[in-house]
Structure formats: structure tokens, C-alpha cells
């Protein structure tokens, strides 16, 4: 494959995320909130008059439903958010299968910050070493430290991607 064909491509794969995120985030939740307000008054409220007295007409549900379920929802996401291990785990397995988190992402970081950060090694190390700041046991660091930013630097990975925590 060509790497015009791959470009055409791209448009492809773009629209295919972009299709996701929009249906995922926004189509699926608003059908799934009106489909959860219609099957729960059509089938539960309508079945029992007390509940009937209450909500006489689906307009009226639907409102109070919104009003006492969104603070709720907010509240609920809050709590997942902030007070729960959950999100935590979350977080651990997203940075764990994201490749970019292993090595420098393309762009500036890549092509501008990288090679300053190698560059300053090696002149710190240089300057160090020249003044006999430098031990054995630190020399030893710096060029482990020189190792990693060179294969980031080419395009490798450092640490461990898509590793499996203990628990």
C-alpha cells in the first residue's frame, strides 16, 4: 500500500472516530434517556394507579423525572469521580494500553523538546564530569538516562507497555 492510498484513507478512519464519539456520547444517551422515560411510564406508571394519580400525563413525569434525575446523575458521577476507586482503575488500565505514555509523541515534544532534554543531559553530564562532580554510581544513571532518551528519541519505548498490574 502506497502512502497515497494510506492518506485517502485517513479521511476514512477520522470520520470512523468522529461516528463513535458522536453516536456513543450524544445519539445513544438521548435515545436512552427518552426510551428509559417512555418504557418506565408506559409499562411501570401506567400499571399502577397510585403512581397514575401522580403522573397523570407523560409531559409531567418526564419533567420531574429530568429535574430529580439529572442532579442525581450529577451527583452519581461526582461520587465516581472524586470518592470511589473506580475512576482510578480506569485511569491505571488507560494509561497502561496508551503507547504514547511509553514514548514521545509526535510533534513538538518529538522534534523540539526531546532533543533539548537530551541535549541538556549531555551538557550537565559534560560539565559534571569535567569539574569531578560526578560518581561512579551516578555516571552509571546518566548514561542508563542517555540510553532512554536515545530509543525515545529514534522512536522506541521505554518502561513497560500494556503491563498487568499485580493485585
Known amino acids: 500500500m502506497n502512502l497515497r492510498s494510506l492518506t485517502s484513507l485517513k479521511w476514512i478512519y477520522r470520520a470512523w472516530y468522529y461516528f463513535r ?74 494509561v497502561e494500553s496508551n503507547p504514547y505514555q511509553y514514548k514521545l509523541p509526535p510533534g513538538y515534544v518529538k522534534e523540539a523538546w526531546g532533543p533539548l532534554m537530551m541535549m541538556q543531559l549531555r551538557l550537565v553530564r559534560k560539565i559534571s564530569e569535567s569539574r569531578g562532580f560526578v560518581t561512579d554510581s551516578e555516571r552509571i544513571e546518566m548514561e542508563e538516562l542517555e540510553k532512554k532518551w ?10 513497560s507497555p500494556r503491563r498487568q498490574l499485580n493485585f
Open 21 to 94: 464519539q458522536g453516536y456513543s456520547t450524544y445519539l445513544t444517551f438521548l435515545l436512552g434517556y427518552v426510551s428509559t422515560l417512555v418504557t418506565v411510564y408506559y409499562l411501570a406508571v401506567q400499571n399502577m394507579p397510585p403512581l397514575l394519580d401522580l403522573f397523570p400525563r407523560f409531559g409531567e413525569f418526564a419533567v420531574l423525572a429530568t429535574v430529580i434525575g439529572g442532579p442525581l446523575a450529577v451527583v452519581i458521577g461526582w461520587v465516581h469521580m472524586k470518592r470511589s476507586r473506580l475512576y482510578t482503575s480506569e485511569q491505571d488500565i488507560a
Open 150 to 159: 536515545r530509543t525515545l528519541l529514534e522512536g522506541g519505548y521505554v518502561g
